[in-house]
């Protein structure tokens, strides 16, 4: 039996609410579901990650989306995300088929088993051929515990539930070689490595809370679990399968051929640093020989992380070298590499190992992955 195909579609908040009255745009919300519906019909299951809710209850809170502060978005989002549902939900029944609503947290995210319940829910709506729609939940996140941007969000939905496809739909035909609106821009049809490109992505809509460089990071966080990921204009009358179909011009961004496992892109692909450990560049040399990382290979750590969380590891020149899962708090981290030739029993009170990440919790970066820029300060 051949396997379902399934697609993520990311929309942004530029498509989705008009810039002057913040009021949704039903005349792309017609066509954007009229195609989703004909995908359907296809064989596509469908999971939309949709932003707009912020954008849509400016107005009912007395903000702009020039001015607004944290707790404006809190309270627009909590009033703009029935209306944008309602619409949703009108128009979705036109074209014979539900909706269902998913709000995620950082959390649902970075924690393994709040990701596995997430999977689970997203696959039992689809089982019933109810079309999940997935935000942020901007009312109670801040700055510190969010994701930040719905196209990585909608990447790790792609990745979670291993769609072939996404579409990130913006206002614009793709990615551009330098900024637009320079003389001589040209548009990259097609790219592998999106790190030649980093460089041009300055800029984010008024609406939204991402740019091009967001958009980039999806696609390479797609590509490393074997899914192709286009970055299209979504002003069209079939703003999704003219785009598979390759009828009108984009950005597609190709899928690695040899994709990591869901277990290995959960660990090296986040979207926020819990911590880092930084170690000596001959031991960071042998962790793809599978030696995990010991307390002693330590030179400094930061962060302030509990026991599951994933830590990025740099060697002594700051470069990024690995991810790894650490079996310890930071409390206790910083416990057992300051002692290393104390047993870790006396000094955490319990018996356990002492090695802080084992190695089949430990991923070595490739160059197929973006690395993060070390820690300023390291304790």
């Known amino acids: 039996?051949?396997?379902?195909?399934?697609?993520?579609?990311?929309?942004?908040?530029?498509?989705?609410?008009?810039?002057?009255?913040?009021?949704?745009?039903?005349?792309?919300?017609?066509?954007?579901?009229?195609?989703?519906?004909?995908?359907?019909?296809?064989?596509?299951?469908?999971?939309?990650?949709?932003?707009?809710?912020?954008?849509?209850?400016?107005?009912?809170?007395?903000?702009?989306?020039?001015t607004a502060g944290l707790s404006d978005k809190q309270a627009a989002a909590a009033c703009g995300m029935p209306l944008l549902l309602n619409a949703y939900k009108q128009v979705a029944h036109e074209y014979g088929f539900d909706i269902a609503q998913i709000l995620l947290t950082l959390g649902d995210f970075e924690d393994h088993r709040r990701f596995l319940n997430t999977k689970n829910t997203v696959h039992r709506l689809l089982q019933s051929g109810i079309m999940p729609i997935v935000n942020e939940n901007d009312t109670?996140?801040?700055?510190?515990?969010?994701?930040?941007?719905?196209?990585?969000?909608?990447?790790?939905?792609?990745?979670?539930?291993?769609?072939?496809?996404?579409?990130?739909?913006?206002?614009?035909?793709?990615?551009?070689?330098?900024?637009?609106?320079?003389?001589?821009?040209?548009?990259?049809?097609?790219?592998?490595?999106?790190?030649?490109?980093l460089a041009a992505t300055t800029g984010i809509s008024a609406l939204g809370s991402g740019g091009m460089l967001t958009k980039l990071q999806a696609a390479n966080m797609a590509q490393n679990a074997g899914c192709t990921t286009y970055i299209a204009n979504g002003e069209a009358d079939m703003p999704l399968s003219s785009v598979l179909r390759g009828e009108r011009v984009c950005t597609k961004c190709i899928a690695q051929a040899e994709p990591k496992s869901v277990w290995a892109t959960w660990i090296t692909d986040r979207l926020q640093m819990a911590g880092s450990l930084t170690v000596a560049s001959d031991t960071a040399d042998r962790l793809q020989d599978g030696t995990g990382v010991r307390r002693q290979d330590v030179v400094s750590l930061t962060g302030d992380f509990t026991r599951g969380d994933v830590l990025h590891i740099y060697d002594d020149q700051g470069r990024e070298r690995a991810r790894g899962l650490c079996d310890f708090t930071s409390e206790e981290t910083r416990v057992l590499v300051v002692n290393p030739d104390l047993p870790a029993e006396q000094l955490l009170g319990y018996q356990t190992h002492s090695q802080l990440i084992r190695p089949d919790n430990l991923i070595v970066l490739e160059d197929r992955h973006l690395p993060w820029d070390a820690p300023a300060m390291a304790d």
């Open 140 to 197: 109670i996140t801040t700055e510190e515990i969010r994701v930040g941007d719905n196209d990585r969000l909608a990447a790790k939905i792609a990745q979670m539930v291993q769609a072939q496809e996404f579409i990130i739909l913006t206002s614009v035909d793709g990615l551009y070689d330098r900024n637009p609106s320079e003389e001589g821009a040209q548009l990259v049809t097609e790219l592998v490595d999106v790190t030649q490109y």
């Open 1 to 66: 039996m051949p396997q379902q195909k399934r697609l993520v579609v990311k929309v942004g908040s530029s498509l989705l609410a008009n810039p002057d009255h913040l009021t949704p745009r039903f005349g792309f919300m017609q066509r954007l579901l009229q195609d989703i519906a004909r995908l359907r019909g296809d064989g596509y299951d469908v999971i939309l990650c949709s932003s707009g809710a912020v954008a849509l209850g400016l107005n009912l809170v007395g903000a702009r989306p020039e």
